[in-house]
């Protein structure tokens, strides 16, 4: 199993599962197809967002071990 980072990219978590997506657009992060949003880290877009990165890593690894 992938384990999610605050260093990972946000287009290599889309890749592993598309399934996350719902946790990007729950933060406003409503640009998924952009290039440019795919290739910040999870980090850098809960910056721009004002969301806990330790929070949605938690989420999304959750999420990735029920698969």
């Given at each position: 199993?992938?384990?999610?980072?605050?260093?990972?990219?946000?287009?290599?978590?889309?890749?592993?599962?598309?399934?996350?997506?719902?946790?990007?657009?729950?933060?406003?992060?409503?640009?998924?197809?952009?290039?440019?949003?795919?290739?910040?880290?999870?980090?850098?877009?809960?910056?721009?967002?004002?969301?806990?990165?330790?929070?949605?890593?938690?989420?999304?690894?959750?999420?990735?071990?029920g698969?």
């Amino acid at each position: 199993m992938a384990v999610v980072t605050k260093d990972t990219i946000i287009g290599d978590i889309l890749d592993m599962d598309k399934d996350t997506a719902p946790f990007f657009l729950e933060m406003g992060m409503h640009c998924l197809g952009c290039p440019s949003s795919r290739g910040e880290t999870l980090e850098q877009a809960c910056l721009v967002h004002g969301v806990d990165v330790n929070d949605l890593i938690v989420k999304i690894n959750a999420h990735l071990a029920g698969k």
